[in-house]
């Protein structure tokens, strides 16, 4: 893949008179004993000629991150896109699909603007792709195009585009231990803690959070059930973008870099902190029976008994401050994991294991774990 990646200047290149102009500087402030606050205005000008010289490069491993991000911004265009179809609004701004008013009705029981929050997600996703991409371009750099992969069949309910999509969303099982992650305040999966399921039947089998017909219409129970899944759906995608990108942010070079992966990162948060609260409104239902496969799926009351207290309530949306580092420092509200190591493998294990690239082709899966393997590899220089 080294083909793919044109950089004007590499990090061997520029980065290695920048450290050793940094390490004379250092030195030479240590000599005359000088600290941060008796800094004078040249040596201030100076550290403004270096951040400005670092912002400017890119480094092949900064290239790595960016197409990495930008391939599973696609895969998240593509997904939220089958989802705004159907359930969201379709307009100048996120065109396709003419609605599904029965299924937009039963994920509208969590919150009655999901349409909108759906339609504003897919729009953030489609500008996330277009902008990570467009700045690739702009260094030289390879983009990401994964058209050649869009073989995946689309619901056969009206209102969905028949196009071939990228990603599944009609087998799929959700991990929910985001749910209860994020109420722990004790654990963090960075110090090898692991939580339990918030919707334990999410969680096996496969399930579709989509009508695949409109005979996915006709039951009022089994149509909740299928808003309910993707309820839970929409929060389990945003918290993978919350974590990925802090977790790359950590070996990124370039200055302009880390702010693009900061900026970005952070309305991948926005959008959990909505998704967690409304998942939270998902109406309780008892063992209902996908009629096509034969699964079974229940979602319980969050806030009951053997539910509820600090781990299940639906009311604390908001992170529980917990262990982070190092469990004698003091707990701490966060997002978490933010790991770094194998963060692009990780991320692209749990899209698989959610099912969504069930069909796809054994090209797509090799394409995608090489783009995380060069991600991986990235170091901060
Ligand atoms: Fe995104
Ligand atoms: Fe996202």
């Known amino acids: 893949m080294t083909n793919e990646i044109h950089v004007s200047t590499t990090s061997s290149e520029t980065i290695q008179p920048l450290s050793k102009k940094r390490l ?10 000088m600290t941060g606050a008796a800094l004078s205005a040249g040596s201030l000008l100076a550290t403004a000629g270096e951040a400005s010289e670092r912002s400017s490069i890119t480094t092949v491993g900064d290239v790595a991150i960016l197409r990495f991000l930008a391939a599973a911004e696609i895969l998240e265009t593509d997904l939220w896109q089958q989802y705004n179809e159907l359930g969201g609004i379709q307009d100048n701004e996120v065109p396709g699909g003419s609605g599904s008013p029965a299924y937009a009705a039963a994920i509208a029981f969590l919150d009655s603007d999901m349409a909108q929050y759906i339609h504003d997600n897919t729009e953030d996703e489609m500008t996330h792709e277009v902008f990570i991409n467009a700045y690739l371009v702009s260094k030289g750099a390879e983009p990401v195009n ?18 071939g999509r990228l990603t599944n969303l009609m087998q799929l099982t959700v991990d929910t231990t985001w749910w209860t992650r994020y109420r722990s305040r004790t654990g963090n999966p960075d110090l090898g803690d692991t939580f339990p399921q918030a919707i334990p039947t999410l969680a096996v089998g496969q399930h579709t959070a989509i009508p695949r017909t409109d005979k996915d219409l006709n039951s009022t129970n089994f149509l909740q059930a299928i808003g309910n899944t993707a309820g839970f759906h929409f929060a389990t995608i945003e918290q993978g973008g919350s974590s ?59 806030n009951a008994s053997p539910f509820g207290g600090e781990n299940y309530q639906t009311n604390l949306i908001m992170p529980e401050p917990t ?59």
């Open 24 to 33: 004379k500087r250092r030195s030479f402030l240590k000599g005359l004993g």
């Open 146 to 163: 994964l058209d050649m992969f869009r073989t995946l069949p689309s619901s056969q309910a009206t209102g969905a585009q028949q196009i």
């Open 244 to 302: 990925l990108y802090p977790k790359l942010a950590q070996r990124v070079t370039s200055s302009e870099v880390l702010r693009i992966v900061l900026s970005i990162g952070g309305t991948e948060i926005m959008h959990f902190q909505t998704w967690s609260d409304k998942a939270g409104n998902a109406k309780v239902l008892r063992d209902v029976v996908d009629p096509v496969t034969g699964v079974h799926v229940t979602f319980p009351n969050l």
């Open 323 to 381: 262990a982070f580092l190092n469990r004698k420092l003091p707990a701490c509200s966060i997002i978490r994991p933010t790991q770094t190591r194998g963060a692009a493998m990780g991320a692209l294990n749990a899209l698989i294991a959610d099912g969504l690239f069930i069909g796809q082709s054994k090209e797509f899966f090799t394409f995608m774990r090489t783009l995380a393997i060069e991600a991986d590899l990235a170091v901060r220089e």
